[in-house]
């Protein structure tokens, strides 16, 4: 039961948390300082080097060649959940999962032909960290003790402009490769209420993937004031696999023989598309409107199967997800205040897709509400943002097998991008 709760956790890590503007789900949406201080809504102006990350058509319009260093500090969570769990049984009790920071560093670097209209670029991001640690002697002990995972996306990206259209086209590859860790203590029976609810032992899952997909985008300018932008990032089917080490208890001994067993571990896991569709408008030469709406296809992670090797095949389960399709709906805004200083702030409502009879402590997920604002400084050399999201997740009630009760939660996310231009 551990492993697969590590490799669930890893996948839908990897699936991306969303994120920042932590998108709902295991998406990470913010990949620039610029576009988190406007909420990630992106995707039409797209017009720093971290366009490759929300619509790679924009670097068709970049000049010369670009380099952008950034990160993105996350201060994790400190959740709080109030009510009943399977350890508690019929006792109310409250669980605070520990603050972590995580930080997910970003490189892009995007070049334009002089001779032709066509555009080369390379991304180096996360989409999807993730870092969860629940007291390891605490009334979720059964489900998660400590999950980690560390992916990294590699997109190599070529955009092709068409001047008398104004008009931009762009594909790449999305190469995501990851690292994932968790640690739980095992319970059977598999599952509680058919039984005792007896430890078996401590489990402990590292698993690594790589993932292939792709991404295409396109970028209009019919008006100096008005431009357009759309983009697709395809579905990544990921095959993790790894190793397990199980510490059984006297019960737990009963299935895989005393002392510690190792064994492997499997699990097939999709990551969801993402469809964005933007526009950014200038009602004044100084002001920059731009709204997406971006949705999400959760529904590809419809249930969890882990299979493990060896003596701990018995542990192998299947737990349903179905995960349902989201729309997340971001606003944010720029003013020029003066030649080189620009002031940006920003809103977005992101919904959540996971059902209230699949949620859990490794994840407990919510609507949420994010507000955003930052600066960036610039010249004809150089440029510097920052941006700050506060993330606030709507108080979620839920009443399942794992838990009966309330998760309450807030996050904050800082951004720093310097930008070089050639």
């Known amino acids: 039961m551990n492993k697969k709760l590590t490799c669930t956790i890893v996948a839908g890590a990897i699936l991306g948390m969303t994120a920042p503007s932590f998108g709902a789900g295991f998406r990470i949406s913010d990949q620039g300082a610029k576009s988190m201080s406007m909420a990630n809504a992106f995707a039409a102006q797209a017009d720093d080097p971290s366009a490759l990350a929300f619509n790679p058509a924009g670097i068709a319009f970049l000049k ?12 994790v969570p400190q959740t709080e959940f109030t009510g009943t769990t399977r350890l508690s049984g019929s006792t109310t009790v409250t669980e605070k999962a520990n603050r972590d920071i995580f930080i997910a560093p970003t490189f892009y670097v995007t070049t334009s032909l002089e001779s032709v209209p066509l555009s080369f670029g390379l991304g180096v991001n996360s989409f999807f960290p993730l870092a969860k640690r629940w007291d390891a002697g605490g009334n979720f002990r059964d489900s998660i003790q400590e999950i980690e995972i560390k992916p990294i996306n590699f997109q190599p990206t070529l955009a092709y402009r068409f001047d008398a259209l104004k008009l931009a086209l762009a594909a790449g590859l999305d190469i995501t490769y990851a690292m994932a860790s968790l640690q739980k203590v095992a319970y059977s029976p598999f599952p509680p209420p058919s039984g005792p609810y007896t430890a078996l032992g ?15 985008g396109a970028q209009w300018k019919p008006l100096r004031q008005l431009t357009f932008g759309a983009a697709y990032r395809s579905q990544v089917k990921l095959k993790l696999e790894g190793d397990a080490n199980f510490a059984a208890t006297t019960a737990g001994a009963a299935i895989t023989g005393p002392g510690t067993t190792r064994g492997t571990a499997k699990l097939d896991i ?7 569709l933007a526009v950014a408008w200038k009602p004044i030469e100084s002001l920059t409107l731009e709204f997406d709406a971006e949705r999400t296809g959760w529904s590809s992670y419809d249930k969890f199967a882990p299979s493990f090797g060896g003596k701990l095949a018995p542990l192998s389960t299947s737990e349903a997800k179905n995960w349902e399709d989201v729309w997340a709906y971001r606003f944010g805004t720029q003013f020029a205040a003066t030649k080189s200083l620009d002031l940006r ?27 955003t604002f930052g600066l960036g ?7 510097f943002d920052m941006g700050y999201m506060f993330v606030h997740f709507v108080d979620r009630t839920v009443s399942n097998a794992k ?20």
């Open 64 to 75: 010369g060649s670009q380099v952008q260093v950034g990160s993105t500090t996350v201060l």
């Open 202 to 216: 401590n489990m402990g899952v590292d698993a690594t993937a790589v993932g292939l997909g792709y991404n295409v």
């Open 270 to 276: 999709t990551l969801p598309d993402v469809l964005t």
């Open 345 to 371: 702030a920003g809103y977005a409502y992101d919904i959540s897709p996971t059902p209230d009879a699949t949620i859990g402590p490794e994840l407990p997920d919510a609507d949420r509400h994010n507000i």
């Open 377 to 383: 400084l610039h010249n004809d050399y150089a440029a």
């Open 403 to 422: 838990q009966t009760g309330e998760y309450k939660s807030d996050a904050h996310l800082f951004g720093v991008s310097i930008t070089t231009k050639f």
